[in-house]
């Protein structure tokens, strides 16, 4: 077996090689080609953007269309055009905040232990929850609330963040679930203070440029990229952490007969 962490490997060429039960994971694949290969059971879960081929056939618009079916991911989604106004932000987080109230619901019928299981690699529940406090900080009290430094001990930054002195990133540490809730709680009043007051005319500019060391890096930010950011990374997150809770009920279920 072999690993490649932190590799560039642009350019690479593969024949005849076996990847049989790979896992590739925060990929960036652009203008990739494969041929002469025979797939089974692929998973692909994956920001696509123009074309997907699969045998001459372009799929991408057949899986938007697939995805959009869920009217909640159309309503989130639409934040990303350019001409989504005002009042698409607030129907996207209205969407974001009730798709996370049902999640949670879920996850407190889970043993706490189990909310700092990993699934395949992925992060646990709790620490799902924390990354979203990370991104709160940075997208919304970072750039548009102006704090300089926002960060909360227990905020997980993205995994492919390069260290910036100072900045918490305990992937270990282990919250209880109340405690990781009412740290949600603070930071998705930020979100709603945002959202609430948010205009057309905001959503054509830009912050106020953000000042000192931290992450995003100091500058001004399009307003409509910060909030689109946040509506997106919420619906998201929301998927992947009942996609893994779903894992872990089977092996409960499995584990209980």
Known sequence: MVEFENQMLTGSRFERVDLSE?????LRMCDVRITGAWLKDLVIEAEVEGALMVNGVDVAPYVEEVLNRDPGRATVFAVRQGDADADAFRAAWAVDQQAWQETV?????????KLHEQVDGEWSFIQTL???VFATDA???RTMQGDPWPYDALG???SEMLPIDGMPNDVDARPSL??????RADRTASVSEVIAGLTDEQLAGSTTPVQGVGYPPADAYPVRRCVAAIMVEEWLHNQFANRDLAVLEREMSAGAT
């Open 22 to 26: 790979s896992r590739f994971h925060n």
């Open 105 to 113: 619901q879920r996850a407190r019928h889970f043993p706490e232990e």
């Open 130 to 132: 924390r990354h979203l």
């Open 139 to 141: 997208w919304i009290r």
């Open 156 to 158: 997980l930054p993205f």
């Open 178 to 183: 109340d405690e990781v809730l009412a740290l």
